[in-house]
């Protein structure tokens, strides 16, 4: 059981035969086509720097399953229906909950309203009309990767009672998404043993975050925090209760 970052919110996750991966929006220095073949991709929403664009590359590699909101696949049934058969996309909305392989993957509630700078960005560099709402967090294992998310008090009504030892929480404070205190909150409520922090780093030059893993090692350790923070540089695993490169 093991999780690798692969940088921005993208994970490849490792359990029970399976190899899923998370918004696998891939950039230099990782290499798309050198990945392991995965099984299973989550898409969190359709923002272009969350993997969506990468879909045909990843299924004409790998013949896999999406799983995505409803609205997301509804939108890749259309746009991809001469490459990916329709039974390898599966929507799944807030609550709902799918079983593939051993593994079950819940959906659970985010909020990822748009301001006008995100719309903005997402003109500029989107390329695609992919619904960016709803967004889809996953929770599978006692995994939890949120998605984009500002805090909302629906994420731990929808995680109460699940045992969660891992939650990939976004910090980097701008274009709606949680800053270091959302996500140190987040992960104190749901009572996650380990947080691994997610997109903060630039997409490109011109579009930077506010905040670093430093700040929320930093605020973890002020505040006498019972949550691991574990920043994972890319291409580094969380195995277990260790951290190894895998670079």
Request: charged residues 20%.
């Amino acid at each position: 059981m093991s999780l690798t970052y692969l940088g921005h919110s993208a994970f490849k996750f490792e359990l029970s035969g399976l190899r899923i991966y998370c918004d696998p929006y891939i950039q230099e220095p990782m290499d798309p086509k050198r990945l392991p073949v995965g099984n299973i991709v989550l898409l969190t929403h359709g923002h272009f720097d969350h993997g969506v664009l990468m879909s045909r590359f990843f299924y004409e590699n790998w013949k896999c399953q999406f799983v995505g909101p409803r609205k997301l696949i509804a939108w890749m049934t259309k746009k991809y229906k001469k490459i990916i058969p329709a039974d390898a996309l599966i929507p799944l909305n807030h609550g709902e909950s799918i079983k593939l392989g051993k593994i079950k993957i819940t959906a659970i509630p985010a909020h990822h309203p748009t301001n006008r700078l995100g719309k903005t960005i997402l003109s500029l560099y989107a390329r695609t009309s992919a619904p960016g709402n709803p967004v889809n967090g996953y929770y599978f294992e006692g995994y939890y990767q949120s998605g984009d998310t500002v805090y909302t008090q629906e994420i731990t009504k929808a995680l109460k009672g699940m045992d969660i030892h891992t939650a990939c929480l976004p910090i980097g404070g701008k274009y709606k998404i949680a800053n270091p205190q959302d996500a140190l909150k987040i992960a104190e409520e749901i009572k996650a043993k380990r947080l691994v922090p997610m997109h903060w780093q630039p997409l490109v030059e011109q579009v930077p975050f506010r905040y670093a893993p430093s700040h929320l090692v930093k605020l973890a350790k002020s505040t006498g925090s019972k949550v691991e923070v574990c920043p994972l540089a890319i291409g580094e695993v969380l195995n277990d209760m260790e951290v190894v490169s895998n670079r």
